[in-house]
């Protein structure tokens, strides 16, 4: 069986953690959308290592990560985590044989980086918050047909007249609406070249490794980044990231078509979050200020990448659910269950009211989802308990599998995994995605 991980909320559910176990399980580990605007943070060896564009499955010794053609690859982070990696010693000098990068898969140049930059400086109120990492106008230039593929870094001819022709309108946009300097060619050109140069051992047709991994029946996880509501298409638009985050990315981006067994596990924490602007139903930082610090401060809710204080919330089961459609999720993967232990009740939402209607779907109108009030389902808390005593789902306190039980009955799918605590000890697997039926 091969599993496709998804975010089910904004992003930041703690997909990491599951990456790390599931990738035990599988041979191949592929990234098929976004890029370094994500983050995992994990230890290895004792030193801490933040990895923001490789499957975080390098970890695991023996197995095969790879990159996607829908992701958008930034070649130095690329480099750096490469280094980080071989410093801590979790990956050999021979890093090629296990870490390859799809030919098709999209450059993000330096002038993606500025110009995401410049955007958010100039957007005065309609600031998306993104993470700068240029994300955003390389995904634009892949769509408009002027983006730079990692395949063209190997070719210097067909790379030089594509730069030529790729910067020519930046330099206008760059000159005359943002009053910065234009690109120079030649430098960037160089830079291009030394870094196909460097890349080209890692460069590999990963659809067709991928077509050949799955006939051989090796198992296979898709390592999904950012959440369903950040989906392009799907997400509370245009507060989103630019990539498709939802299960179906993961087809568009590795060139494989939905014929193959996969479960489709989303991730959410059993509240929620959100960076950047945008709307979020269920935030409490402004009308219950001081149990959104509690629950920031307990769930160490920062961002791995930008640092950024997260928003938090209750859990939205009306957004979850969509998520689970969207996603066509199979199972729930819920984490973070330990920082609302000891709360004396928790809310969860069930519904959203608007201008005197009750609506049980997300609405598409991202004014109408600015406007909707929450309609909570208040269930009772549970009290810290000694998590050394717990065996398994029918040890932890009743209010916590009331809770749970609560949350699959609205979903409609099953808890496959919970998350009660940091470590690894914490973790407990309900059922096996990976299982053969
Ligand atoms: P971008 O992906 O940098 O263009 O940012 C667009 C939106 O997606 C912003 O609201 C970011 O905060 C959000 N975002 C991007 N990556 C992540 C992530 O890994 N976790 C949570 N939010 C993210």
């Not at 910067?167 to 060619?185: D, S, T």
């Not at 089961?317 to 998520?323: C, G, I, P, W």
């Not at 600015?370 to 009743?398: F, H, M, N, S």
Request: charged share 25%; hydrophobic share 40%.
């Amino acid at each position: 069986m091969n599993v496709i991980i998804v975010g089910a909320q904004w992003g930041d559910e703690g997909k990491g953690k599951v990456v790390d176990l599931y990738s035990a399980k599988a041979e191949y580990i592929v990234r098929y959308q976004g890029g370094n605007n994500a983050g995992h943070t994990l230890v290895v060896n004792g030193r801490k290592t933040v990895l923001h564009l490789i499957p975080s499955g390098i970890l695991h010794p023996g197995k095969i990560c790879l990159i996607g053609n829908g992701v958008v690859f930034d070649p130095n982070v690329f480099f750096e985590e490469i280094e980080a990696l071989q410093t801590s010693k979790a990956l050999a000098d021979t890093a090629h044989e296990s870490v390859r990068v799809s030919e098709r898969a999209h450059v993000i140049l330096p002038y993606h980086r500025l110009l995401d930059r410049l955007r958010e400086e100039h957007a005065a109120g309609g600031k998306i918050g993104t993470t700068v990492r240029g994300i955003g106008p390389a995904y634009e230039d892949k769509i408009a047909r002027r983006g730079i593929q990692v395949v063209d870094l190997l070719h210097p001819e067909l790379l030089r007249s594509k730069l030529e022709k790729a910067i020519e309108e930046k330099n206008v946009l760059l000159k005359h609406h943002f009053g910065a300097p234009a690109i120079e060619l030649a430098p960037l050109y160089d830079e291009c070249l030394q870094l196909g140069e460097r890349l080209r051992p890692f460069v590999a047709d990963v659809r067709s490794l991928l077509v050949n991994a799955l006939r051989q029946d090796r198992p296979v996880l898709f390592e999904g980044a950012q959440g369903t509501l950040l989906d392009v298409d799907h997400g509370t638009y245009p507060y989103v990231t630019s990539s498709s985050t939802v299960a179906g990315g993961a087809f568009t981006g590795t060139g494989l078509g939905p014929n193959f067994p996969a479960k489709v596990i989303g991730i959410a924490k059993a509240y929620t979050t959100r960076v950047g602007t945008g709307p979020f139903p269920t935030e409490i930082e402004r009308t219950e200020p001081e149990t959104a610090e509690r629950i920031r401060k307990v769930g160490a809710e920062f961002g791995a990448t930008t640092g950024r204080p997260r928003r938090t919330g209750w859990l939205d089961l009306v957004a979850l659910k969509y998520a689970v459609e969207v996603n066509g999720m199979t199972g729930l993967a819920l984490m973070k269950i330990d920082i609302l232990d000891d709360f004396d009740f928790l809310k969860v939402c069930t519904a959203y009211r608007l201008g005197g209607n009750t609506l049980y779907d997300l609405p598409s109108c991202i004014e109408d989802l600015e406007r909707v009030e929450p309609a909570y389902e208040v269930l009772p808390g549970w009290p810290k308990y000694d998590r050394t005593q717990i065996r398994g789902r029918g040890d932890l306190p009743p209010e916590l599998q009331s809770y749970l039980n609560f949350i699959e009955a609205f979903l409609g799918i099953p808890i496959v995994l919970m998350s009660t605590g940091p470590g690894r000890e914490e973790t407990w697997e309900l059922s096996d995605p990976f299982a053969k039926i």
